[in-house]
């Protein structure tokens, strides 16, 4: 979603003075949900992170053939922070059994370790089983590793293949990106079921 904010004055000044209580009211009831202003995007949030810190992130993802690396790898600078983006269909080739916060806590602490990133972001999706549907869904699994923590989320997305991937991702990234800036990573969103 996105919010714009708008007002008319005589001058920069004015204007500035008429959207500050509003840009601090929009800041107060949205919090941590603002996830990039004016032409940043949340990949570009994380990178920036990263670069500045001096950190490394590696991911491991299951079912989104690879978008979650995808958003993050082409970026410009991406070259001194992304090592390794692990796309895999199964569990198994995970060496998990099956899609859990404890799972993905596994992968992402094994992950890190593996490629000697700072950071490992692990997504891991259960499908439904049978056709594509409008109440078709997935659990979503997250794992994200440092050198000092493993934190864990889990959801329920609903909404056919194709939102619960991109839902997946997103989600994904906003967890990393809460993470990195110390923030919780396990506030509800609100396109995720219980």
Do not use: Y
């Amino acid at each position: 979603l996105e919010t714009k904010l708008a007002a008319r004055g005589a001058d920069e000044a004015e204007l500035a003075s008429l959207l500050a209580p509003i840009e601090a009211e929009v800041r107060k009831r949205l919090g941590n949900f603002i996830i990039a202003e004016d032409d940043q995007t949340l990949e570009g949030v994380i990178l920036a992170i990263l670069l500045e810190r001096a950190h490394t992130l590696s991911t491991a993802e299951m079912f989104t053939g690879g978008h979650l690396a995808a958003r993050l790898a082409p970026l410009a600078g991406a070259e001194k922070a992304f090592r390794r983006g692990v796309v895999v269909r199964e569990p198994a080739e995970l060496g998990i059994a099956d899609v859990s916060t404890a799972a993905a806590e596994t992968v992402s602490r094994s992950l890190r370790e593996t490629s000697r990133s700072s950071h490992a972001l692990a997504l891991l999706i259960e499908l439904d089983q049978g056709a594509d549907r409008p109440d078709f869904g997935g659990t979503i699994a997250i794992g994200i590793a440092d050198a000092d923590t493993v934190v864990s989320r889990q959801a329920r997305l609903i909404g056919g293949r194709e939102w619960v991937r991109a839902g997946a991702v997103e989600l994904g990234l906003d967890c990393l990106r809460r993470h990195l800036l110390d923030l919780p990573v396990d506030e509800r969103i609100d396109f995720e079921r219980r």
